[in-house]
């Protein structure tokens, strides 16, 4: 690791290893920092990606790193604990440089920042369900949707969205179960829809989920009688996100969008369309800024960035170089006789 790049990118998932693809490729020095701590680590397969579909998580960033460091780029295994913007005196629109510190003590400085670190998911404290995330126990029907299809699939209410899941979950299967789980829902306009689809609504709390012998989910159990089990192979599950970004206190809170009443989210970065956040020089891209976002767009994402970053540092350095020009020409005008 160089003491200073011209971009450094925290996080080394598909936006971030996106993005330091193309500013390698525009000849731009680029650090990545991966903290090791990906989103989809549990599932088995990529899917939506062209050329790329059922591809294996572990692969698609292999490969990702792999070509950064083809063009030059450095990748560094580590967690990043702070970020440290331009300091009071070089006024309000100073752009960079930023020292981004480590877990382990080093530190680096970067004239432009890629915040690609990702969210985590926090699931219902429910005994055995995190162990079968991603798996068994899914949140995203075009990931997973085909995958789960003709099962008996569940939709553990968690959100508000969890009624329209179910309606969706429709197109892949005929048999699809709607848990209520701890909340009033659905209300009587959500029941006749769900009701002339065919979906069935389980009323109870869901208190454990059962496995077969080969370790998949076969049944949840309900309060209040421990010995029946609702069948059910695949349980859909909406998530708790929260952004991987409590290290960048520059970004004040006009940058962070706090839980709205149709998405479950405790917070998340804001970005403009290319992903340019209100402090200058620091960009956000994937699901740290949009959790919705699936594998290829989350590369999508990086890669708009980085065209966007490149294109505001050529504008930095050719005003430089027309300053330098400037000052020259002043020099020698003076220091002629």
Not at 220 to 227: I, W
């Given at each position: 690791m160089e003491s200073s790049y011209d971009v450094?990118?925290?996080?080394?998932?598909?936006?971030?290893?996106?993005?330091?693809?193309?500013?390698?490729?525009?000849?731009?020095?680029?650090?990545?920092?991966?903290?090791?701590?990906?989103?989809?680590?549990?599932?088995?397969?990529?899917?939506?990606?062209?050329?790329?579909?059922?591809?294996?998580?572990?692969?698609?960033?292999?490969?990702?790193?792999?070509?950064?460091?083809?063009?030059?780029?450095?990748?560094?295994?580590?967690?990043?604990?702070?970020?440290?913007?331009?300091?009071?005196s070089s006024g309000p629109e100073a752009t960079g440089p930023f020292t981004v510190r480590l877990a382990d003590g080093r530190n680096v400085e970067a004239r432009r920042l890629l915040i690609a670190s990702g969210t985590r998911d926090g699931l219902p404290e429910i005994p055995g369900l995190a162990a079968l995330w991603g798996r068994d126990v899914l949140h995203c029907p075009y990931c997973h949707g085909w995958e789960a299809r003709d099962k008996k699939i569940g939709v553990l209410v968690t959100a508000p969205t969890s009624v329209d899941e179910a309606l969706l979950l429709r197109q892949w299967s005929d048999d699809v179960t709607l848990y209520t789980h701890d909340t009033p829902l659905p209300d009587d306009a959500q029941r006749?829809?769900?009701?002339?689809?065919?979906?069935?609504?389980?009323?109870?709390?869901?208190?454990?989920?059962?496995?077969?012998?080969?370790?998949?989910?076969?049944?949840?159990?309900?309060?209040?009688?421990?010995?029946?089990?609702?069948?059910?192979?695949?349980?859909?599950?909406?998530?708790?996100?929260?952004?991987?970004?409590?290290?960048?206190?520059?970004?004040?809170?006009?940058?962070?969008?706090?839980?709205?009443?149709?998405?479950?989210?405790?917070?998340?970065?804001?970005?403009?369309?290319?992903?340019?956040?209100?402090?200058?020089?620091?960009?956000?891209?994937?699901?740290?800024?949009?959790v919705e976002a699936q594998v290829v767009t989350s590369a999508a994402m990086g890669l708009r960035a980085a065209v966007a970053i490149n294109a505001d540092l050529v504008r930095e350095d050719t005003d430089r170089a027309v300053a330098a020009q400037r000052s020259g020409g002043e020099q020698g005008h003076r220091a002629r006789p």
């Open positions: 450094v990118v925290v996080g080394g998932g598909p936006a971030g290893l996106s993005g330091a693809v193309a500013l390698a490729r525009a000849r731009r020095s680029v650090l990545v920092l991966d903290a090791g701590a990906p989103r989809n680590t549990a599932a088995e397969h990529v899917h939506g990606y062209l050329g790329l579909e059922g591809i294996a998580p572990s692969e698609l960033l292999a490969r990702g790193r792999a070509e950064v460091t083809r063009y030059g780029g450095d990748l560094v295994d580590g967690e990043v604990t702070d970020v440290v913007g331009p300091g009071p006749a829809r769900l009701q002339a689809r065919g979906v069935r609504i389980v009323e109870g709390e869901v208190t454990g989920v059962v496995t077969g012998a080969d370790g998949r989910l076969t049944g949840v159990r309900l309060a209040g009688d421990a010995m029946h089990v609702e069948p059910c192979e695949a349980l859909v599950v909406t998530p708790i996100i929260v952004a991987r970004a409590e290290f960048l206190d520059v970004l004040g809170p006009e940058a962070r969008t706090e839980a709205h009443d149709d998405e479950p989210l405790a917070w998340r970065l804001i970005g403009a369309g290319d992903g340019a956040t209100d402090v200058p020089g620091i960009w956000v891209a994937g699901n740290v800024a949009q």
